[in-house]
């Protein structure tokens, strides 16, 4: 049995794979049709979603199984004080497999480490979001026909994008990726992804604020929200909300067949105008997203023999004390503060449920 928490639980052979389910399964969708007759799902979403929620619960119709769970926190036992681990534990009993959404960077991967099912890591606060990157890995090759040898673009909220996070962290596998970072100062990527992933992968990537300029050099890009839900002072989130709009004009800086991403919802980051464009993919990644998580949950059900462990023999139990407040070291019950060192750094360390620094 295994869980999802980070696209770096995958390899680089088992994507390939998934792909091709999924692309098999968009031929063939008859083929799938009672795959996981009699197994259910459980959506366990502490935060609103429209998109990934409705989208596991369709791959799951789709291959014969059934689905319970529920869509917010404030409808489940959390609302009573309820910790992650018990709901894991007592969820474990009633279904085969798990996607959480949680607003607290690492529950999906306490979750795991309690649950007897698998867990897929469905978003954790601005953290890592591994399903949504198989999608996009998977809208990039139908749309490019490659994974490699691509001028990917990252635009909007890179510090809070748990979406862009995932993305990098998957594509700097690839041969030849080059990244273009376009954020506000104030948004730009966290350290454990700037350090710990490109840096460590020796990636190239330059960072920049701006979109006009970048715009002719890429061959995907990649917009995002600004997330609202994230921020602690709203007055910067005012200042910083419109801070790109992607719009026909600007659009015409891009290359004929440059394709244009967004994981949704968009606010106004990409004018409605530029909805017709043969280059937008936002609405195929969705189409997409349904296919990939039927390729992941048929192969998380029918895997036999995993026995890897969640966490590495790398790790230290209790020796620092991760001080994140949006971690869910923050507020669950006895947790064990596990750390690693980080890749960049000996002297560092980083929290093993949301990589932020704790010594
Ligand atoms: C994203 C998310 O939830 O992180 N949406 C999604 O899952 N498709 C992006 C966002 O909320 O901005």
């Known amino acids: 049995m295994r869980s999802i928490i980070d696209t770096v639980d995958l390899t680089t052979q088992e994507i390939d794979e998934l792909i091709k389910t999924a692309d098999d399964i968009a031929a063939h969708p008859e083929k799938y049709a009672e795959k996981c007759k009699g197994k259910k799902l459980a959506t366990l979403f502490f935060e609103p979603s429209t998109r990934t929620r409705l989208s596991f619960e369709a791959a799951m119709l789709e291959l014969g199984g059934s689905v319970i769970g529920f869509s917010s926190a404030s409808s489940s036992s959390a609302s009573k004080g309820e910790s992650v681990a018990d709901t894991a534990k007592v969820i474990s009993c009633y279904a085969d497999i798990i996607a959480m959404r949680h607003p607290e960077e690492g529950a999906p991967l306490v979750a795991a480490m309690n649950a007897s099912v698998p867990v897929i890591n469905a978003g954790d606060g601005g953290h890592k979001h591994p399903t949504q990157t198989l999608t996009d890995l998977l809208t990039i090759k139908r749309e490019k026909g490659r994974l490699d040898n691509l001028v990917v673009g990252f635009c909007g909220d890179l510090k809070y994008g748990r979406t862009v996070h995932s993305l990098i962290n998957a594509l700097v596998r690839y041969e030849g990726i080059k990244f273009v970072l376009i954020s506000p100062q104030e948004l730009r990527l966290p350290s454990y992804v700037r350090y710990d992933t490109l840096d460590k992968e020796n990636a190239v990537y330059e960072e920049t604020s701006d979109l006009e300029g970048s715009l002719p050099k890429l061959d995907v890009l990649y917009m995002t929200r600004i997330q609202q839900e994230r921020f602690a002072d709203f007055d910067e989130y ?44 936002y609405f195929k990644q969705v189409l997409n997203g349904k296919h990939m998580r039927m390729a992941l ?19 230290i139990a209790n020796v620092y004390r991760c001080e994140n407040p949006r971690c869910i070291t923050s507020s669950e019950q006895e947790i064990v503060h596990y750390c690693r060192k980080a890749h960049s750094d000996d002297n560092i360390y980083r929290c093993v449920y949301c990589d932020k620094k704790v010594k």
């Not at 800086?253 to 606010?267: T, Y």
């Open 297 to 315: 949950i048929l192969k998380l059900l029918t895997e036999k023999d995993y026995d890897k462990p969640l966490l590495g023999d790398d790790v």
């Open 238 to 281: 005012e200042r910083l909300k419109d801070s790109y709009v992607l719009t026909v004009e600007k659009l015409k800086k891009a290359k004929e067949d440059m394709i244009i991403f967004h994981p949704l919802p968009r606010v106004n980051e990409i004018s409605v105008k530029i909805d017709n464009d043969p280059r937008a993919c």
